[in-house]
């Protein structure tokens, strides 16, 4: 069942066959538009586009193959069902026809039920491709919707429970989101892609997950730990790593990764494989100095918070030592973006 009334551009240099062809589509109930030659076609479809187009080949000037081409060749016209209508009855023009982009090819002369019904058949078609195209891109909307929902859903809890950790050795449990947001911050200055940026983002939060592991009395310590003490602390890193090695998920590998490598030194001090420079991977090196910024800044048992100014001065001192010297360029460079994040965090 037509569901509108359709509008069919017919094209010929014969005005016989327009009129001829107007007067059995009119009957049908068509709104019927017509042009003599192919110049007058395009424009007629520039000023208003037709449901279908009825197109002869052979005319002066531009013949239907070239407006058809021209037709296909612009967005706004090439899902335009052409059917040709041709006196040439031979297989080359039928197949240089469809190669052009027609859906059918009538020849002359020709029966007026053969046209009514290819043309209520095309029409049709075109209506239910339309209607078929606009439920994919709402299902695609919807998809895209859920996707965006399940992914902040996701990082909602990973923000949840990594607070929920740290909360161990953290009253605000607030430490996990300012390092993500420092470890952002640094991974864009750095020049990684944006992919990379975003699953360093959402794993940087397990960065200590490993201290679920750790003694309350050594965690929460209000003093120096012993040598022993030091020992069974720095086994967190590992740990860590051991909670989420064995998964699938691009976040949670990364989680892996950051939680053993955050710890380790540019030049190769740190824990807990004393990894050394570039073998260090890039999330760990970010993420390193990140959490030292944060633990400096701020206020732990065993100590009071540092003002940026102290503890961007101790960053400094540990280019090339602790830290990559690129990333401590680019720290201290870009401070007042790190100073921002600390102050809406902390106020």
């Not at 197109?55 to 090439?78: A, F, H, R, S, W």
């Not at 052409?82 to 031979?90: E, M």
């Not at 339309?130 to 399940?150: A, G, Y």
């Not at 607030?174 to 640094?186: D, F, R, S």
Request: proline letters at 3%; one cysteine or more; a negative charge.
């Amino acid at each position: 069942m037509l569901k509108k009334f359709y509008e069919i551009l017919l094209v010929d240099d014969r005005k016989e066959n327009l009129e001829l062809l107007s007067s059995f589509l009119l009957h049908k109930g068509y709104k019927i538009r017509s042009a003599l030659n192919g110049r007058v076609a395009l424009e007629t479809v520039k000023a208003k586009v037709p449901d279908l187009i009825l197109l002869d080949i052979e005319m002066p000037g531009m013949n239907g193959y070239e407006v058809c081409q021209k037709l296909k060749d612009d967005p706004k016209t090439k899902k335009i069902p052409i059917i040709f209508i041709s006196a040439h009855d031979d297989t080359e023009a039928k197949i240089k026809a469809f190669q052009m982009g027609g859906v059918d090819y009538i020849s002359k002369p020709f029966a007026n039920e053969e046209v009514v019904a290819r043309v209520k058949m095309h029409l049709e078609l075109a209506e239910y491709q339309h209607s078929l195209e606009e439920k994919v891109e709402k299902s695609l909307v919807e998809i895209r919707q859920l996707n965006e929902d399940l992914e902040l859903t996701q990082q909602e809890m990973i923000m949840a429970l990594s607070s929920i950790m740290e909360t161990r050795d953290d009253d605000t449990g607030n430490h996990v989101i300012k390092v993500a947001e420092y470890t952002k911050i640094l991974a864009e200055l750095y020049g990684l892609d944006e992919k990379t940026v975003d699953v360093i983002y959402k794993a940087t939060p397990f960065h200590d997950a490993g201290k679920v592991a750790i003694p309350d009395s050594i965690l929460n310590k209000p003093a120096k730990l012993e040598p022993d003490e030091w020992e069974i602390m720095k086994t967190h890193a590992m740990r860590g790593y051991d909670i989420f090695k064995n998964t699938t998920r691009p976040i949670l590998k990364m989680a892996a990764i950051i939680a053993k490598e955050h710890h380790e030194h540019w030049n190769g001090n740190g824990y807990p494989e004393g990894l050394q420079g570039e073998s260090i991977h890039i999330a760990g090196r970010l993420v390193i100095l990140a959490d030292v910024f944060d633990a400096l800044t701020s206020e732990r048992v065993y100590k009071k918070a540092w003002s940026i100014e102290k503890s961007a001065a101790l960053i400094k001192e540990e280019r090339g030592k602790m830290f990559e010297p690129k990333l401590v360029d680019l720290f201290l460079e870009n401070l007042d973006k790190f100073t921002r994040v600390y102050e809406e965090l902390n106020s």
